[in-house]
């Protein structure tokens, strides 16, 4: 499983970012893929998740109503829409997938197994 990220960059607070997580295996039935972050000196967590069959979502608290997760099964990959972006939002932004992970535990960073390279988000006030 491979997986690489991109569409970080430098946005003003209030502004949009598309995050984008193409995948090389980690899809299909069976899969979750997930959007992470982590700041120097705190440990990485949840933002949002996805089962890839039947498409179930997992947001965290600080995500929800902002933050909109989907995929495109063609492209096998994942996006992660960020909308009304703060600075507490700064961050570098990792992917991950994960096989066989059940509904009550898609917010659970640890089963996922396999991760991208991060990208970094920066959101200026």
């Known amino acids: 499983v491979q997986l690489q990220a991109c569409g970080g960059g430098l946005v003003q607070a209030g502004g949009s970012l598309r995050l984008s997580c193409a995948a090389s295996?980690?899809?299909?039935?069976?899969?979750?893929i997930g959007w992470f972050r982590q700041v120097p000196g705190k440990e990485r967590e949840t933002v949002a998740t996805?089962?890839?069959?039947?498409?179930?979502?997992y947001y965290a608290d600080s995500a929800k109503g902002r933050f909109t997760i989907s995929r495109d099964s063609a492209k096998k990959t994942v996006y992660l829409q960020m909308d009304s972006l703060k600075p507490e939002d700064t961050a570098v932004y990792y992917c991950?997938?994960?096989?066989?992970?059940?509904?009550?535990?898609?917010?659970?960073?640890?089963?996922?197994?396999?991760w991208g390279q991060g990208t970094q988000v920066t959101v200026s006030s």
């Open positions: 295996g980690g899809t299909g039935s069976g899969w979750h």
């Open positions: 991950a997938a994960g096989y066989g992970i059940i509904l009550s535990n898609m917010g659970n960073r640890s089963v996922y197994k396999y």
């Open positions: 996805i089962r890839w069959s039947g498409g179930a979502t």
